[in-house]
């Protein structure tokens, strides 16, 4: 079974954001609104400063409490947006339940032009008229790993487990544009194998710990994982069983270490391409 390292893709695009970061006038900044203290998020803002720095960007942090309203929120959001240091910025999802926070409603808050996440309406907009300006980080750095080891797309058949709109659907409009055949699975889909089990290519992003094994897949599949939880030993693990696969599919992504830090590269490339004026 053939490991599709993200980290190895991750630093090949990453040094190249480097050197286009290095011939700007200014460092581009990326900003995060981090409300809450959820352990995991807090890990994945980390990780996106350190590589931001990395690549010569600056980050600039708003944290809130979790016990604020959205009028609080909005209110540091029109600082991001109004913040010239700051060339994007995104607010870690998800936010804190049950407090009136509405997802949609305060992506709709980020100026399009700061959208480093490719999450508001206008870019979702753009990427689904076949105008794309920024698109969402993790379904395009899985499209890069899929470029990087050159897994055929074209006239193949795709599954993408999950209709978020962060991750399924935008997932599976990019695996259509590059001519695969692609079908959506989500939690009310009948009989999910049946789907599975024909496709040449299965992107899982079912938010749920180890749960698909060698049944789910053709012999000789493409898997990408694009599930991360943390088991009771401490330990990551994604949403397939890493030790059923082998020997029966082709290719898996690594969890850590396979999506992650992609979705983390993309999100300095819109940065970086919201800096140049191409956003
Ligand atoms: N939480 C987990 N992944 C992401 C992401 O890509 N963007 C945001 N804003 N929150 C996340």
């Given at each position: 079974?053939?490991?599709?390292?993200?980290?190895?893709?991750?630093?090949?695009?990453?040094?190249?954001?480097?050197?286009?970061?290095?011939?700007?006038?200014?460092?581009?900044?990326?900003?995060?609104?981090?409300?809450?203290?959820?352990?995991?998020?807090?890990?994945?803002?980390?990780?996106?400063?350190?590589?931001?720095?990395?690549?010569?960007?600056?980050?600039?942090?708003?944290?809130?409490?979790?016990?604020?309203?959205?009028?609080?929120?909005?209110?540091?959001?029109?600082?991001?947006?109004?913040?010239?240091?700051?060339?994007?910025?995104?607010?870690?999802?998800?936010?804190?339940?049950?407090?009136?926070?509405e997802t949609q409603q305060v992506m709709s808050?980020?100026?399009?032009?700061?959208?480093?996440?490719?999450?508001?309406?206008?870019?979702?907009?753009?990427?689904?008229?076949?105008?794309?300006?920024?698109?969402?980080?993790?379904?395009?750095?899985?499209?890069?790993?899929?470029?990087?080891?050159?897994?055929?797309?074209?006239?193949?058949?795709?599954?993408?487990?999950?209709?978020?709109?962060?991750?399924?659907?935008?997932?599976?409009?990019?695996?259509?544009?590059?001519?695969?055949?692609?079908?959506?699975?989500?939690?009310?889909?009948?009989?999910?194998?049946?789907?599975?089990?024909?496709?040449?290519?299965?992107?899982?992003?079912?938010?749920?710990?180890?749960?698909?094994?060698?049944?789910?897949?053709?012999?000789?599949?493409?898997?990408?994982?694009?599930?991360?939880?943390?088991?009771?030993?401490?330990?990551?693990?994604?949403?397939?069983?890493?030790?059923?696969?082998?020997?029966?599919?082709?290719?898996?992504?690594?969890?850590?270490?396979?999506?992650?830090?992609?979705?983390?590269?993309?999100?300095?490339?819109?940065?970086?391409?919201?800096?140049?004026?191409?956003?």
């Amino acid at each position: 079974m053939r490991c599709l390292d993200g980290k190895e893709v991750s630093s090949v695009i990453r040094r190249q954001i480097k050197e286009q970061v290095q011939k700007l006038d200014h460092p581009p900044g990326l900003g995060v609104i981090l409300v809450g203290e959820d352990p995991a998020s807090q890990v994945y803002v980390r990780n996106k400063f350190k590589a931001c720095k990395a690549v010569g960007m600056k980050s600039i942090e708003i944290k809130l409490p979790a016990t604020i309203c959205p009028d609080d929120l909005k209110a540091a959001m029109t600082d991001m947006n109004e913040n010239p240091d700051v060339t994007a910025y995104l607010v870690q999802l998800p936010l804190p339940r049950g407090k009136g926070f509405e997802t949609q409603q305060v992506m709709s808050w980020i100026a399009p032009y700061k959208d480093a996440d490719g999450l508001t309406v206008e870019s979702l907009g753009h990427l689904f008229a076949g105008v794309p300006k920024v698109i969402p980080c993790t379904p395009h750095g899985v499209m890069k790993i899929l470029e990087h080891y050159k897994i055929p797309v074209e006239g193949r058949r795709a599954v993408v487990i999950g209709r978020s709109q962060i991750v399924g659907y935008p997932m599976a409009h990019l695996l259509t544009d590059a001519n695969a055949t692609v079908t959506i699975c989500h939690s009310r889909t009948q009989n999910l194998y049946s789907h599975t089990r024909e496709a040449d290519i299965v992107v899982v992003a079912a938010g749920q710990p180890q749960f698909l094994g060698k049944d789910a897949f053709k012999k000789g599949a493409v898997v990408v994982d694009v599930g991360i939880h943390r088991m009771d030993n401490g330990q990551l693990c994604g949403d397939v069983d890493v030790e059923d696969l082998k020997g029966h599919i082709e290719a898996l992504t690594p969890v850590p270490g396979g999506v992650g830090p992609m979705t983390i590269t993309m999100l300095l490339q819109n940065t970086l391409k919201l800096a140049q004026g191409r956003g």
